[in-house]
């Protein structure tokens, strides 16, 4: 039996819709803007079910800038790290110190200061940090601390990390104490939700920083330079080629018991179980001053048995991280999250299988929808789609809080309210063919109310091309060549668009149709498709609100230290050719014709004559109540044997300042001078004129004109003296 035929495009629309979610799923063509939504729903999920209580194991003793200003500017003397670790370590007989930070360099003063740090390091539990390059630069300096384990030929994975350089301590403090890297992943949108655990460097495994310290913590402190003496993680594996999945610890603090599981991802990372907004404040982790245990304020014993981690708060030393808790994030108490996410076996998994899992939740999804959304009315779809989609939402969810996985949900909840809008709209589109089709005609070039006013009678309007009396508008940016020439291609674009969207907004609020963009130009008129007996009144007044959103805008730039931008605009009232024109390839809704190129030729006037609007005669006609009109000349354009005269408004209509009005009628009798060839009067007419007003352009292309004129006749040159 065949189906109905808007049935069948009902379905065929919701398989390409489900076709594209599972390519995502897949990653055979991963969608940014999907990628965009299951981070942030990600994030959700960790703010909603993070435990954010106190950790007593790890605390953090902090480089803020109270001990900056105590202590002195970073890096300190050797000798002063050499005191912190025999105060946290003996004093108050933590079990294990980490350095959130790298010694790449040999200590201020003599080596002896080198010497020392090293002495309190060896053998004692501590970690310093380093830190790996994936910049293709290959860049190496101090010693890279021995593998945890040798990386065999099947485990070298297209799905790994490229590490190819590294910044560690100097060898004699790198043979004191072992070292992790404290690198972090910072997603597309700059968060950081990952950190590696193990990296494949130079033909073995490195550990990471917070690796390091739970496999000091775990062994009873028992520290060794090479942390190959310390039992070893077992890497786990899974699929053909292998693809890492996790690691394992042989046995937990005290001796042996339940191993220690870490879920990974493919690259070696792992999932950051954040547990509170993080800093001193945030209630994770207590945070001490590191001027105050260098002072020996604590009692003696307050840490002990404790991780301490070495960190940085202070803004001045850069260790803040955008996270899913917080904007600014202490770079340290990321690794303090992974270290107590791995001693509670709270580390989130994305698992190898997540994609399948989401393909097969899409497939049955996106079927059922697309076999019973179309038999069903509004009440029902809505009622299927949105049950459906709480119910995946509530299946992820769950599975995050009890079972601690990591699942994609926004190709399912896309494919689900994609499929459930797009038959709703189906459905409408057939009950209302004619007004969904002039929408479709007209809704790029015609303001959204204009095309409502329009829909209600669609059998006026079409697109077949007819002469009609309009007003024109061409608004170009001047001097946006040359700036453009200064600025890089993002910056260009921001600027454009951001100029564009305020200048079509104004369009539009003066109902004008959008005709075409053309670089840094933008072309409008009014009087088609919709019919108006004051088109050249709205698009006065549109120029008019443009050339002010143009001040706000320079204002701004202004205060920025940019440099102001001008617009020049040309309008031209007549009567044009509008219609669907075009090739077979692309065809657009437009406007031809002599009034057209007018307005266009008035436009490129505005730069001759150093005024933002240019109007010819027909507008001021029509549109002599919307402004105050100053007539400045006739003029030849390009492509027409008669002259133009031309018009540029002032203000707009209203109450006129005396200045303003003095100035016009003074004006008006000037030009009357000019056109007579009455020189001296119009010469102290202009003088005057122009002490009212030196910047405005068209005085001096008079008063130019005047010298021209007096240059070729010397007597009257003479006269003339003001």
Known sequence: MRLPFHRFWRMALALAVLALAL????????????????????????????????????????????????????PWPRERMAELVEEVLRRQRASVIGFDAVFAEAGRGSEESDARFAAALQGRPAVLGYYLTSDRQGRRSGALPAPIAPLLAAQDTPALMLWDGYGASIAKLASAAPQGFFNALVDSDGIV?????????????????ALAVVRQYLYGGVAQASSQALPAPALQWAGEPPLLQGLRLPHTRGGPGQALQVPLTASGAALAPYRGPGGARGGSFRYYPAADVLRGSLPEGALAGRIVLLGFTAPGLMDLRATPVSAVYPGVEVHANLISGMLDGRVPARPGYAPVLDAALLLASGLLLALLLPALGVAGALALGLGLAAALAALNFWLYAAQGLALPLAAQLFVVMALLMLNLGYGYFIESRARRRLIDLFGTYVPPELVQRMASQPELYTMRAEAREITVMFCDMRGFTSLSETMAPLQLQALLNRI??????????????????????????????????????????????????????????????LPALGVGIGINTGVASVGDMGSNVRRA???????????????AQTRTWGVTILAGDATRAQAEDVAVWQRLDRISVRGRQEEVTIHTPRAPAGPVAALLAQELALWQQALDDWQASRLRPFAQKLHALRAIRPDFEPYAIYANRLQARLAENPPAAERCQV
């Not at 990653?27 to 954010?52: I, N």
């Not at 809704?589 to 436009?603: F, H, K, M, Q, S």
């Open 23 to 74: 390519l995502h799923a897949l990653g055979v063509h991963e969608s940014d803007l999907l990628t965009l939504a299951d981070q942030r729903l990600y994030d959700a999920r960790l703010r909603l079910f993070m435990p954010a209580t106190l950790d007593e194991r790890v605390v953090i003793v902090d480089v803020d800038e109270a001990s900056l200003a105590e202590l002195g500017q970073w």
């Open 193 to 209: 939700r990952s950190v590696p655990l193990v990296a494949a460097v130079d033909g073995g495994w490195r550990e990471s920083l």
């Open 500 to 561: 564009f969207t305020r200048l079509t907004q104004v369009i539009r609020e003066h109902e004008g149709t959008i005709d075409k963009y053309m670089g840094d130009c933008v072309m409008a008129f009014w009087g088609a498709p919709l019919r108006s007996s004051n088109h050249a009144a709205r698009a006065v007044a549109a120029a008019l609100a443009m050339h002010k959103a143009m001040h706000e805008i320079n204002a701004e730039r202004v205060c920025m230290g």
């Open 589 to 603: 809704y437009t406007a031809v014709g002599d009034a057209v190129n007018l307005a266009a030729r008035l436009e």
